[in-house]
């Protein structure tokens, strides 16, 4: 069993980089709040014994030996950036407790088989950087390093630059450390385990994404003088295509969701009718049909009412990703320690994107959910208790055990 | 007859000060740009032999002299801000129209028995700070100069920082220059003078205007794990909101007018439901009862879909301007000269609001219009032409002349 009082204190301690009066956290990635964390993070893993290695996208990997030097190590982990008003539990909670794995492995002297080594993957969140996710999908190929350095957040800012200004720019090419496996704990950032009252999701899928750019060019004229009938109105365009998103996800009940996050009117002014925005769309679906189905339906609606309205909008997809089937053995051995640790589990699907989602494209991959309140995540509000935490934790530490061997 | 070229060059002499890129002009009230154009302002009505007196909100005045001082004088100008992305014409043409009649007299030699009174009023636009045309909206005592002085653009500054800013704290008390009555030359703004081929537009009417500040409460949470019926989305409801403000003006045809100019995501990111929006809105008609429908309309439609969508919306109306009936003699004074000069003409109501409507509740008030290309503006394309500018002009003079005697 892992020590719940000492994973619950790292969380806490953490928090306070970043933290918002609301209680939650803005930490972007590679900002400042960022550097803090993993400083923190680092220093932790060097008093862990572990041997720390930092890639050219700043993702962090502490190494703990194994028995066997030649196997490569299981990996666990996940991310310290957050949203920009976002929580305490995502992302930390599978960083913090894959550290508590080792902490407590070392209390106990366990050695184990396999080497282990712990991660926290740079840009998990998306929200600076697109896409989410982004340094274990250059990990596993999906992008090139030198793509993903010249990304730029909204103020021009490339990730090569923001790296080298908090000094993580590191010396490990992407890719160089490998794993014979992946665990991922995660709260859920839904409501079913709540619903059910179950502690465990044992993940078996996850959905797949589609990440779009959009521009709307209307016409900019006078809020008072122009005739109803003449507007060409970037921001009653947008308001169309919304609501045209939010039907084309409903028709498929609990199957997709789709969200449009950012939306800036430029040079916005009262009484001007809007001429220019810049938007963005998120839908996903477990199933790859349907993600077609969404695709073909926001660019069908996209094209009726931009005819309709003369105005032009341009549609960019900017990031596809597929729906994520958990490698089987792996899924087995999560539900396997939680059985065996005696928690009320389930099999679930992923409403969001994870690292492990990535990597299960090229090692065998898999994760752990455990309940967050009201099914409430990217907000300040976001709560899950110490014992859920704690109870994550040790399917986590047994899930790797049975992986890596003791 | 005014000196076309002369009146044009100032026209272009002038779109320096923040001229943009694409040819349009950004000169937002009381910022830099605006103390370049006041000052060249001043240095105008010096050269003309102009007496310039700056009240405490920053309106100019520039009096000439007339044979019988103890008369109230004869108005006439407009303004010199623009939009964030406006044009080379609004507010200018009928400001340096008022200089190049004075310019006009000067030359010939004309004395009046009224003096006149040139000006230049402070914020008519209202895109840095609510309301539009403040300064003449303090003039007839619709707020208080400290009201004014207090509000607060998007930054924080207020009209008195700005003000102090740009060292146009006049001395003057607001009100306490007199007019015995008022004429403003401006582009029409709108698609009808253009369209019937005439180039003056007797305008004797204005409609009203509804300003209101908005924001949507709904609840951030993460759009990938988000079940949609368990979403409060604040864009989704502000776009219910922007089409039922746009259907709510369509239903009376051409006599009424409904715009959202502004909207803005707080903490935008692309994987989290928007939680919260603050927006404006800008609804108009000539139609008092309309106006009155407008609003009932507007408030019914947001009540029911906020209470669909269980988010909160709060509407504040920060502005209500009644229709403007302009004065009859003055009306026809205006028409009058029109004819006199040959100028094929109609009589017209106003879409956008201007100082001269805000006079018109005290002093006897009119104006005059041009028509501008495409019924354009609030858009760096605005564009009028030299010759309809020059006649807009000439009737201001002979309307002034024929209000102040020679
Ligand atoms: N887990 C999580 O919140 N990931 C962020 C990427 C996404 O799914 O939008
Ligand atoms: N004339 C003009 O564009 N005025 C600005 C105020 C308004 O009508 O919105």
């Known amino acids: 069993q892992i020590d719940s009082a000492r994973l619950w204190g790292t969380i806490h301690e953490t928090a306070?980089?970043?933290?918002?009066?609301?209680?939650?956290?803005?930490?972007?990635?590679?900002?400042?709040?960022?550097?803090?964390?993993?400083?923190?993070?680092r220093k932790a893993c060097d008093a862990a014994g572990?041997?720390?290695?930092?890639?050219?996208?700043?993702?962090?990997?502490?190494?703990?030996?194994?028995?066997d030097m030649s196997k490569a190590p299981v990996g666990l982990g996940s991310h310290l950036d957050t949203q920009p008003t976002g929580g305490k539990y995502d992302?930390?909670?599978?960083?913090?407790?894959?550290?508590?794995?080792?902490?407590?492995?070392?209390?106990a002297g366990i050695e184990t088989e396999t080497p282990i080594c712990i991660c926290n993957w740079t840009n998990e969140e998306g929200s600076r950087f697109a896409p989410a996710m982004m340094a274990s999908a250059a990990y596993v190929g999906d992008f090139t390093t030198d793509?993903?350095?010249?990304?730029?957040?909204?103020?021009?800012?490339?990730?090569?630059?923001a790296l080298d200004s908090?000094?993580?720019?590191?010396?490990?090419?992407?890719?160089?450390?490998?794993?014979?496996?992946?665990?991922?704990?995660?709260?859920?950032?839904?409501?079913?385990?709540?619903?059910?009252?179950?502690?465990?999701?044992v993940v078996d899928s996850g959905q797949g994404v589609l990440w779009y750019d959009g521009k709307i060019i209307g016409f900019e004229s006078h809020a008072g003088s122009t005739p109803m009938p003449l507007r060409r109105d970037a921001l009653a365009t947008l308001s169309e295509i919304v609501?045209?998103?939010?039907?084309?996800?409903k028709k498929h009940g609990p199957k997709a969701v789709g969200t449009i996050g950012e939306a800036v009117i430029a040079n916005p002014s009262r009484n001007v009718i809007p001429g220019e925005i810049a938007f963005t769309v998120d839908c996903r679906s477990a199933?790859?049909?349907?993600?077609?189905?969404l695709d073909r339906d926001l660019r069908a609606a996209i094209a009726e009412i931009s005819a309709r309205r003369k105005v032009d909008v341009q549609l960019d997809l900017v990031w596809r990703k597929p729906p994520t089937h958990f490698?089987?053995?792996?899924?087995?051995?999560?539900?396997?320690?939680?059985?065996?640790?005696?928690?009320?589990?389930?099999?679930?699907?992923?409403?969001?994107?994870?690292?492990?989602c990535n990597l299960n494209t090229k090692i065998p991959a898999a994760m752990v959910f455990v309940p967050c309140k009201d099914g409430i995540s990217h907000n300040e509000l976001e709560d899950a208790t110490q014992s859920d935490c704690a109870a994550g934790a040790n399917v986590l530490m047994h899930t790797v055990l049975a992986l890596a061997g003791v």
């Open 287 to 293: 199933d790859a049909g349907i993600m077609d189905t």
């Open 50 to 67: 572990l041997e720390v290695q930092v890639d050219t996208l700043g993702s962090m990997f502490g190494l703990r030996k194994g028995r």
């Open 166 to 201: 908090i000094g993580y720019r590191g010396e490990s090419p992407v890719g160089r450390q490998k794993f014979s496996g992946f665990v991922e704990l995660h709260i859920e950032q839904g409501p079913i385990l709540e619903a059910e009252n179950k502690t465990i999701g």
């Open 147 to 161: 793509d993903i350095l010249s990304r730029r957040d909204i103020d021009g800012v490339t990730v090569g630059e």
């Open 91 to 107: 992302g930390v909670l599978g960083t913090l407790a894959a550290l508590e794995v080792v902490r407590t492995l070392n209390d």
């Open 16 to 41: 306070k980089f970043g933290a918002t009066p609301k209680g939650g956290v803005r930490r972007l990635t590679l900002g400042p709040e960022d550097k803090q964390v993993r400083d923190w993070f």
């Open 327 to 356: 490698d089987p053995k792996l899924v087995d051995a999560v539900e396997g320690a939680a059985k065996m640790l005696g928690y009320s589990h389930r099999r679930i699907t992923s409403g969001a994107g994870h690292d492990a």
């Open 243 to 249: 609501l045209a998103m939010e039907a084309a996800a």
